[in-house]
């Protein structure tokens, strides 16, 4: 697994949530029944009213509540050199990218910052809002020591709520314009937030060093709670999964979370081992993938292989195993599950060129493979992982970072391709992942 790389899912759009609740008391009468509550919700441009009465036999009474929501943050010209550490799409059109950048930073360093996308990559803006991305963290470590509220990557459940996280972990409810510290009373000077992704109305999270009553500190654990919402700023955290590491390997842990429609992936350890879980989405029954599937072939990554779920069906699985690195180039074994993990049979490889970085599915047929060196590499299956063309090379030089693929539909996949010193380009395929261009 590329440690420097994060699989960013589509999410289920999901109801926005409020900043502001406001009730007032129409009238109360004597006289023959009835008791109505009148609920006006305003998002931007329009509003939405419902009304539920009651009756008795004594008094009329009507109670407005009306809900503002906030706008969506405004933004300005991206920086040239910003530099993405991850992204999260909500919608075919809307996404977010955090990353860091220097044109135009006060500060010494480098200034974080968050950008968000309305037309699928064509054009990013910079969430300006309080200054909070001019010359601090997003959110400062408050800290005396350890990672108090210091994040690094986003995972945006829709266009107004999301996260923010690694090592600590935030939530937004006004698009990203404010963020507050979330599971506080979890966290320690060592807890590390690895991975956070939403699937259906369930937030999946990976930790080591997480402060729970019955947990070693010692431990990856895999948890989930309901997603974060007005009402919902201090969820009951349901534990998964728990696995005790060496304490001084704590920090080289990782762990990577694959949200999908329709189910659940979850890889995560260490060079001394490494495991998977599989589960539907929203449901906290996983399964633990036992046999690594690249056991049949000289598999030479350290950790679990790259996995995806076919975006059609909760049970089919693929495998992305690499071995025989050369300069630049890897075998690309492709192994697939119809069991949730339970048997695996190879379909078939990819081609050669560049070491490889993900792989995603939507349909149980159409596979992507992504890969680097000298170059970016893209390679599509339409036939489940048997036969592979190439359906995107280039950028020599290669990249440094590469996020993807990932599709946002049966028709459109991204990835994410950057190198420092040159600006990100986001590849954009509108055939199912047959053909990639800039967006």
Known sequence: MNIGWRFSRLKNSVVASFVGVALSLVAASCGSAKTSVTATTKANAGTTTSTTSASNTSSTTEVSTTTTLPPIPSTVAAPSDFAPHNFSFVSTTTGFMFGSYKSGCSSSSSCSGLLRTSNTGQSWGLIHSHGIYDATPLLANTSASGTGTAVSKVS????????????????????????????????????????????????????????????????????????????????????????????????????????????????????????????????????????????????????????????????????????????????????????????????????????????????????????????????????????????????????????GPYFLSSSLAAVLSYSSGSPFSFLVSTNGGASFSPA
């Not at 409810?173 to 599971?183: E, Q, R, T, V």
């Open 156 to 403: 945006f459940i829709s266009p107004l709520t999301g996260y923010a996280f690694d090592p600590g972990l935030a939530f937004t409810i006004d698009g990203g314009a404010n963020f507050s510290p979330l599971l506080s009373s979890f966290t320690t000077d060592t807890t590390r937030f690895l991975d956070v992704e939403v699937a259906g109305s369930t937030t999946y999270f990976a930790a080591v060093g997480l402060n729970f009553n019955g947990v070693s500190p010692n431990s990856i654990v895999i948890g989930s709670f309901s997603n974060i919402s007005l009402t919902n700023v201090s969820p009951s955290i349901k534990i998964i999964s728990t696995n005790s590491v060496n304490p001084q390997a704590l920090s080289s842990e990782v762990a990577t979370i694959r949200a999908y429609p329709f189910g659940v992936a979850v890889e995560f350890g260490s060079g001394s081992f490494s495991t998977a879980l599989v589960a539907p989405a929203g449901s906290s029954n996983f399964s633990a993938i036992t046999a690594n599937p690249c056991s049949q072939v000289q598999y030479s990554l350290p950790n679990f292989p790259p996995l995806a779920i076919a975006g059609t069906s909760p049970i089919t699985l693929y495998a992305l195993c690499a071995s025989n690195p050369g300069a630049g180039s890897s075998e690309k074994t492709i192994f697939s599950s119809t069991n949730m993990g339970a048997t695996w049979s190879q379909s078939g490889s990819a081609p050669n060129g560049g070491q490889p970085v993900g792989i995603d599915a939507f349909a149980p047929s159409s596979v992507v493979v992504s890969a680097t060196s000298g170059a970016t590499f893209l390679y599509t299956s339409s036939d489940g992982g048997k036969t592979f063309k190439t359906a995107f090379s280039g950028f020599p030089g290669g990249s440094e970072y590469l996020y």
